[in-house]
């Protein structure tokens, strides 16, 4: 598998698994029924630095990275991931998280924190926590889960 920056002919392999794990409705507040055209400006947008893991020319995950807030704030980064449905399972979320952390301290951010991590998000939130994180915060209610209404989101930190 190799992780690299994203260009912009990759979209259409980072697509399909932003539209299937945002139509799942159980990971990230984005809706569920979000365009391909709105996705591209979230995911390739402004200030947004995108990379793309493939594994023999095939997308299997993707994440983002970019200031957490402009200004005074831009000295801690946020990213969001995702991974492919069918290549879960296989270390690729610890990989991307690792590269991401990387780069992170490469382009000189001191911190990287998540804004709404889904509490029911069990995996995620181990991965993250094996990684160094912890929870800073609780927003209770804050995300309405497709099957189970209104979960808590977590707000998680490390310094880099």
């Known amino acids: 598998m190799n992780i690299r920056k ?5 979209w ?3 697509w399909p698994i932003f539209r299937e794990v945002v139509r799942a409705g159980d990971t990230y507040a984005f809706s569920p029924d979000t ?3 709105e996705a591209r400006r979230i995911w390739q947008g402004d200030g947004v630095t995108t990379y793309v893991a493939v594994d023999q020319e095939i997308a299997v995950g993707t994440y983002i990275l970019k200031a957490n807030h402009p200004g005074l ?4 980064a946020n990213a969001a ?3 492919a449905f069918e290549a879960r399972g296989q270390g690729i979320g610890r990989s991307l998280a690792e590269h991401a952390l990387m780069e992170a301290r490469a382009a000189g951010y001191h911190a990287m924190q998540f804004n709404f991590v889904v509490s029911t998000n069990k995996g995620s939130i181990r991965l993250w926590e094996s990684l160094g994180f912890e929870i800073v915060g609780t927003l209770p209610g804050a995300f309405r889960h497709h099957v189970l209404g209104g979960v808590d989101a977590y707000v998680m930190f490390r310094w880099l």
């Open 6 to 10: 994203a260009e912009d002919q990759d």
């Open 12 to 14: 259409p392999r980072i």
């Open 35 to 37: 365009s391909e055209d």
């Open 73 to 76: 704030g831009d000295h801690v």
């Open 81 to 83: 991931f995702m991974v």
